[in-house]
């Protein structure tokens, strides 16, 4: 029942699915050239990632609002709490859709693309969590018309401060690797740990704001 739901939203999404793959491909090579000091693979992975869930995620509201998906739905055997969670493993399948396509393309690319390890994707991975997690239970709550601007500000702004804060970070030497004390493997791994507990908070909180909602 559940990638039933997650079928229907790729579908309905699936104009935008072949140009979002080449934008995959192509903009962290962009950012790479463009942004010549390390760390430039991690941000352009990021924005990579971000725009690409911002679209599709974006697009599928949209057509919600637009066409009384919600509404509808509620009239199927499918429960407020499927809905949700149908939409928080969608945006997964994009993440791990465009973490593959940049894996991929990294070795093969004529423009030399940072390999990323498990801190690293991690890393972007929480911060597209922090994001989403923030504005899904947001969007629930309030609706989409209330809040595509300050999203779509948010967005559009990362590309230009993205720079400067990994720039920042680096004049001021500042260790991403915050916890040196932890066993490697651990301290790799906690960016990750911290995404999934930060989603699972999310979508709980998006759970009990969508079943109290009048449709």
């Known amino acids: ?10 579908l309905l999404v699936k104009k935008y699915l072949l140009f979002m793959v080449v934008f995959s491909i192509i903009a962290p090579m962009f950012i790479t050239v463009k942004i010549s ?19 599709l995620l974006n697009t599928l509201s949209s057509l919600e609002d637009k066409y009384k998906g919600a509404v509808l739905l509620s009239a199927t055997p499918y429960t407020r709490k499927t809905l949700i969670h149908a939409r928080y493993l969608f945006s997964l399948i994009i993440f791990v859709g465009v973490y593959a396509i940049y894996t991929v393309t990294s070795f093969v690319s004529p423009v030399p693309l940072e390999q990323l390890n498990l801190f690293t994707a991690g890393l972007s991975f929480l911060f597209i969590t922090a994001y989403f997690g923030v504005l899904l239970p947001v969007q629930y709550k309030y609706g989409y018309e209330k809040t595509k601007f300050i999203s779509s500000l948010f967005v559009i702004l990362t590309p230009f401060v993205g720079p400067f804060v990994i720039k920042w970070l680096q004049t001021n030497s500042v260790n991403l690797d915050v916890l040196p004390a932890l066993p490697q493997p651990a301290g790799h791994a906690l960016p990750v740990l ?6 699972l908070i999310s979508m709980t909180t998006s759970v009990k704001i969508y079943s109290q909602k009048n449709l």
């Open 1 to 10: 029942m559940l990638f039933s739901l997650v079928k229907k939203d790729l």
């Open 37 to 55: 000091f390390p760390g430039g693979g991690l941000l352009g992975f990021f924005i990579t990632v971000l725009f690409t869930e911002y679209i």
């Open 194 to 199: 911290m995404a999934i507990l930060l989603g």
